[in-house]
């Protein structure tokens, strides 16, 4: 499985777009980039999920360059409800085994007035 | 908007009882997971399950637990002798199809082992 590493912590303010960079050297062909985000003593909540190139949604934009060893989770104008922990996971899909989630120790974002 | 449900919200348990965590996944859902997060520590896979039966586990997920859908709506994971480092929160997710589609988690139950 393609191992992840993200900043352990960031900080902003409220109003700014933050980028969440994530490396992932030796993802696969099959991998698939997926971005969730945890409060405390909450499950994790899905964001958004991507292959390659851009995708958007109501929430952030995900950025992935053309040999997907990285990508970068975007999270326009935060606000103080935004501080919490982000994941970068990277899923293979196993072709009809349905695979985990492999969670690292994520982005823990803090947003400041 | 469907969600993941749990119950209990938080256990609190003898070391050696038996515990039993209950879920209702999202109702369209055929696939279904539990995670575990100890206090400070990262979401670490447990089981997969679909077509009634377990599709992968991880090496947490020994002798000691086992799941079960005991009817249509519920997916239950049973702790059968507890232990201390049994305490953490327990998320239990649900995805429609297979791993490309996205897990959607409840907000867990806290298991304490005294």
């Known amino acids: 499985l393609a191992k992840t590493t993200q900043p352990i912590s960031m900080d902003s303010y409220e109003g700014q777009e933050v980028n969440i960079t994530c490396s992932h050297n030796n993802i696969a062909t099959n991998d698939y980039i997926t971005w969730y985000q945890q409060f405390p003593s909450q499950g994790p909540r899905f964001i958004i999920q991507g292959y390659k190139t851009k995708v958007t949604n109501e929430v952030a934009s995900l950025f992935i360059p053309a040999d997907r060893k990285s990508s970068t989770l975007s999270l326009p104008r935060v606000s103080l409800s935004d501080t919490a922990v982000y994941y970068c996971?990277?899923?293979?899909?196993?072709?009809?085994?349905?695979?985990?989630?492999?969670f690292g120790k994520g982005t823990k974002l803090s947003v400041k007035p | 908007e469907p969600e993941v449900t749990q119950t209990p919200s938080h256990q609190v348990t003898q070391m050696g009882q038996e515990v039993i965590l209950r879920c209702v996944p999202i109702s369209n859902h055929l696939y279904f997971y539990w995670y575990r997060q100890i206090l400070g520590q990262k979401v670490e896979f447990l089981v997969s399950?679909?077509?009634?039966?377990?599709?992968?586990k991880s090496e947490i997920f020994d002798d000691q637990f086992s799941v079960e859908r005991p009817d249509g709506s519920n997916f239950t994971l049973k702790i059968r002798s507890t232990k201390l480092e049994d305490s953490a929160m327990y998320f239990c997710?649900?995805?429609?199809?297979?791993?490309?589609?996205?897990?959607?988690f409840g907000p867990g139950t806290r298991l304490t082992v005294l």
């Open positions: 399950f679909y077509n009634n039966e377990i599709s992968e």
């Open positions: 996971l990277v899923a293979m899909n196993y072709g009809g085994s349905q695979g985990n989630l492999i």
């Open positions: 997710a649900s995805s429609q199809a297979g791993i490309t589609d996205t897990q959607y």
